[in-house]
């Protein structure tokens, strides 16, 4: 088993005195780190950004400005738009399935039709029930006496 570390147990080391640096060290150093930096002029003139030094900040800002929302219209130029598809197209291709399909599938899928959808559907083509709706006039009011109703108006 180990035995338990204790720092008090080990001697610590002298520490080494720290030298003077040499005479004059901190007055030149900011001349010798100027002197290691690139000069301004060798710089602009290398990036060739020498003609954005004679406008003025405020055109400077308006040219950026001009150039940022140049990109965006361009883009959006560029982009176009998406194809405009006919909306006879859709309503084209479900006339083309026969009415009894649209029902069958919708009585047996998943879809969950409510009866404000099927209002709706009414209220546009009153006599969409004629296909397939074949009851009798007191079978429907047999079925509309069994739903619950809440409100006493409607009775």
């Known amino acids: 088993m180990k035995t338990a570390f204790k720092l008090d147990a080990h001697p610590r080391r ?12 901190f007055d030149k150093l900011p001349m010798h780190i100027m002197a290691r930096l690139p000069q301004a002029d060798a ?6 950004r020498g003609w954005l030094s004679f406008l003025s900040p405020a055109l400077r800002t308006g040219l950026a400005s001009v150039a940022v929302l140049g ?12 194809p405009l598809v006919p909306a006879t197209a859709t309503t084209a291709s479900l006339d083309a399935v026969p009415r009894t399909e649209l029902v069958g599938y919708l009585l047996t899928s998943g879809a969950r039709v409510e009866n404000s959808d099927l209002a709706v559907l009414t209220a546009a083509h009153p006599a969409i029930t004629k ?5 009798s006039e007191d079978e429907l009011n ?9 409100d006493s108006t409607y009775l």
Not at 14 to 25: I, K, M, V
Not at 43 to 48: D, F, I, P
Not at 131 to 135: I, S
């Open 71 to 82: 990109g965006f219209a361009a883009s959006f130029y560029m982009s176009g738009t998406a």
């Open 14 to 25: 002298p520490r080494p005195l720290l030298s003077e640096p040499p005479a004059g060290y």
């Open 142 to 150: 047999d079925a509309l006496d069994a739903q619950p109703s809440d």
């Open 131 to 135: 296909g397939f709706l074949q009851a």
């Open 43 to 48: 710089r602009e003139t290398a990036l060739g």
